[in-house]
Structure formats: structure tokens, C-alpha cells
């Protein structure tokens, strides 16, 4: 009986949380669309209420939501908000025109951190399937270790291992490889970009919003950022996570 309760309770609390999961995504859901609905009758103030509680308190949004975020911002003269719904777009589906635009609201030509070569693309589009890609060669590790219980007799050399060893170096590279970086994007007026996390150490340059970082690592008020190539320090104060 103790097992038959213990199976019994496992199962609910599966199927509970599938609920309350699908429930949450249908509560989303209806939220966008309902604040959709505001936008396309012009009622941005309202629409952009929403918006901000799906982003903010439900960590919920989609490419197109961010776009309206910031045609609502830079409707109201909050270039630097804009800026900021844009760069987190850009996270998304980074691509030349967001950048341009970036440029014209922050009013800066060159802007550091959205460059992106052939091998930052493939990573995104990998990254872009992590999910995916976890799940199917997870199956397929699976299947292989069932085909080696079965014909474990038969399966007397090495050679008969190593699809499994590779299946499990893949599952455990894409679980831990193909996270994407932490990125932000500079928010404060100026901007001081240091060589280390101290007030005394080498600065390296003076910026103003705009400007967008990987971050790398915490190190107590400073955020260790990738800046040009290199490692460079900024106060949290001054950075905005996207």
C-alpha cells in the first residue's frame, strides 16, 4: 500500500504541474492578446501596462511585443527604454536594421557589442534548438542503452559502446555548452568602462547608453564584461540586463 500511495502521489503532482503549467500559458496568452488588442486601437498607454507586467512579473514575451514596447517608448520621448526593447529584441533576432535603429535613437555611429560573425549566427541558430536538439539525442542515448541491456551478451568489445559514449558527450555538451550569454545593454550617462573592479584602476573608455555587453561573471558592484574583445569592468549601476 505505502507503494501504491507513493506512485499514486507521483503521478499527481505530474499531472498538477502540467496543469498549472498549461493554465499559466493560456493566462499569458490571453494577456497578449488582450494588450494586442489595445495597441491596434491606439490605446498604447494601457496596452503598454501589459506589456510591462508580462515582461517584468511573468518574464513572458514575444519578438513582437518588444517591438511595440519600444514604438511606444520612442512615441513618448523614452529613447533610452526603447533603446533597451530593442537590444533585448536584438537578443532574439539580431539583424541590421535593429542596430540601425539603435544608432538613431541613441544617436551614436559606432556602438559596441552587435557585431556578430558567421560563427556567433550558427550559435544562435544552434542555441535556437537547444530544447530540441536535448530531447532527441537524449531518446537516442536512451535507445542505445536499451539496445545494450538487450543484446549485452553479444555486445562483448568496445567498439559497441562508443555510439552511446558519444550520445552521452553530446546530451551533456548541449545541456551545458548551448546556454546563450548573459547579455545588457549600457543604460547610465557616462558610462565609465574600467580594466578592473576598482574606481582606481585604469579606465578604458567613456561611453554613453546604448552600447551592448556580454556579461561574464558578478563581482560585487562591478559587472566583468566582454568590451571589445577584451575583459573589461563596469558598475551595475550603469547596465541594464537584457
Not at 95 to 114: A, D, F, H
Not at 229 to 240: C, L, S, Y
Request: glycine share 4%.
Amino acid at each position: 500500500m505505502p507503494n501504491l500511495n507513493r506512485i499514486f502521489l507521483t503521478k499527481f503532482i505530474i499531472f498538477l504541474s502540467a496543469f498549472l503549467q498549461s493554465f499559466n500559458c493560456q493566462a499569458n496568452i490571453s494577456k497578449l492578446q488582450k494588450a494586442d488588442s489595445l495597441f491596434s486601437t491606439k490605446n498604447y498607454q494601457e496596452a503598454m501596462l501589459v506589456y510591462e507586467d508580462l515582461l517584468n512579473n511573468e518574464e513572458t514575451f514575444s519578438p513582437a511585443m518588444l517591438l511595440k514596447m519600444a514604438f511606444i517608448s520612442e512615441g513618448k520621448g523614452d529613447y533610452s527604454s526603447s533603446s533597451y526593447f530593442l537590444a533585448k529584441y536584438y537578443d532574439q533576432n539580431p539583424n541590421q536594421r535593429v542596430i540601425t535603429k539603435i544608432k538613431s535613437l541613441t544617436e551614436q555611429v559606432n556602438l559596441i557589442g552587435y557585431e556578430l560573425d558567421d560563427s556567433d549566427r550558427l550559435f544562435k541558430f544552434v542555441s535556437d534548438f537547444q530544447t530540441e536538439l536535448s530531447s532527441t539525442f537524449s531518446f537516442l542515448l536512451f535507445l542505445s542503452l536499451i539496445l545494450l541491456f538487450v543484446f549485452r551478451t553479444k555486445a562483448d568489445k568496445p567498439r559497441y559502446y562508443l555510439p552511446t559514449v558519444f550520445l552521452i558527450v553530446i546530451v551533456f555538451v548541449i545541456n551545458n555548452f548551448l546556454s546563450e550569454p548573459k547579455t545588457g545593454i549600457v543604460t547610465g550617462s557616462p558610462t565609465l568602462v574600467m580594466d578592473q573592479p576598482t574606481a582606481g584602476s585604469k579606465l578604458i573608455q567613456v561611453v554613453e547608453p546604448g552600447h551592448r555587453v556580454i556579461i561574464k561573471s558578478t563581482k560585487d558592484v562591478w559587472y566583468e564584461v566582454t568590451w571589445g574583445g577584451k575583459v573589461a569592468f563596469v558598475k551595475k549601476d550603469n547596465i541594464t540586463r537584457l
